[in-house]
């Protein structure tokens, strides 16, 4: 969150060499349709991104690869040695992901504006599964009791929300905003692998295996779905010509990302910066 107030801080001293010499007197009428697009900073809640920690209650599992004749073969290759007991993740992150949106508003009498949002954005995640060796002492790959191998995943989420965005002046080029908004996403894995060394393999769990090739498929197959939220956010707009204005806020939402089984609402936080026409 400090990162993306310090970016917020920054686009606002940008915004404003841009636009020169403050405006005087009210700003005319501006009712009617506007459209227009952004790009932003995203924080997501890391809660849903255990559904990548490798766990044998999740689809994605190590166990069910490991099961596999051809992975486990290309792993000793790699190990030299047999795994006893794995230590999963206990906490998953995702990184601060940059998104692209497109929006399309109608403003009523400089008042407010009932607008659609189409936003895209692509999330990774990552974290270390520890293996306990069987032979450590003789294990020349490894300097201890355990081998470690990294996973890898990344997802695509389009958000599409309904909202009102209102301003509370409209003097100069620094106009305080709120807006609320109801969403719904699209949530669906692009990739979720795990390396051992050189090795990498992935731990979708409708992957099929040619024993021959060690060749893989998960054609047809996708994981992930429909979920929904709520947001808000707050931040200062302005004009940047007779033609174009900017709107730049900080966000929260809650939402419900169907990936995980039980999982409920989490928090998420953005950054952006949106030009209008």
């Not at 002492?137 to 997802?155: F, G, H, L, P, V």
């Not at 429909?226 to 939402?255: D, F, R, T």
Request: proline share 3%; net charge negative.
């Amino acid at each position: 969150m400090k990162t993306i107030l310090s970016l917020f801080v920054l686009c606002t001293i940008a915004t404003r060499l841009v636009a020169g010499d403050p405006v005087t007197g009210d700003n005319p009428d501006k009712s009617g349709v506007t459209y227009g697009g952004s790009f932003g900073l995203n924080v997501a809640s890391g809660k849903n991104a255990m559904y990548y920690n490798g766990a044998p209650d999740k689809e994605n599992n190590v166990v069910s690869i490991l099961s596999n004749e051809f992975v486990r073969e290309s792993v000793y290759q790699q190990v030299k040695d047999v795994f006893v007991d794995t230590i999963y993740p206990q906490k998953m992150t995702y990184h601060t992901a940059m998104s692209v949106a497109g929006f399309l508003g109608y403003t009523l009498d400089n008042r407010m504006t009932v607008f659609l949002q189409l936003e895209y954005m692509k999330l990774s995640s990552g974290n270390i599964v520890q293996f306990e060796l069987k032979s450590p002492t003789t294990n020349k790959y490894a300097s201890s009791n355990y081998y470690d191998a990294e996973i890898k995943a990344q997802e695509s989420r389009v958000d599409i929300s309904l909202g009102l965005h209102v301003p509370f002046t409209h003097k100069g080029y620094f106009n305080p905003f709120v807006e609320a908004s109801a969403s719904i996403n699209f949530v669906k894995v692009i990739s979720d692998e795990i390396t051992f060394g050189s090795y990498s393999t992935s731990m979708v769990y409708a992957t099929t295996y040619n024993q021959t090739y060690g060749n893989t498929s998960t054609e047809g197959y996708s994981q992930g779905g429909m979920g929904y939220g709520i947001a808000a956010s707050a931040g200062v707009e302005g004009p940047l010509s007779s033609k174009m204005s900017y709107n730049m806020g900080v966000g929260v939402s809650l939402k419900k990302i169907n990936l995980l089984a039980d999982a409920g609402l989490t928090p998420h936080e953005s950054l952006y910066l949106r030009f209008l026409f």
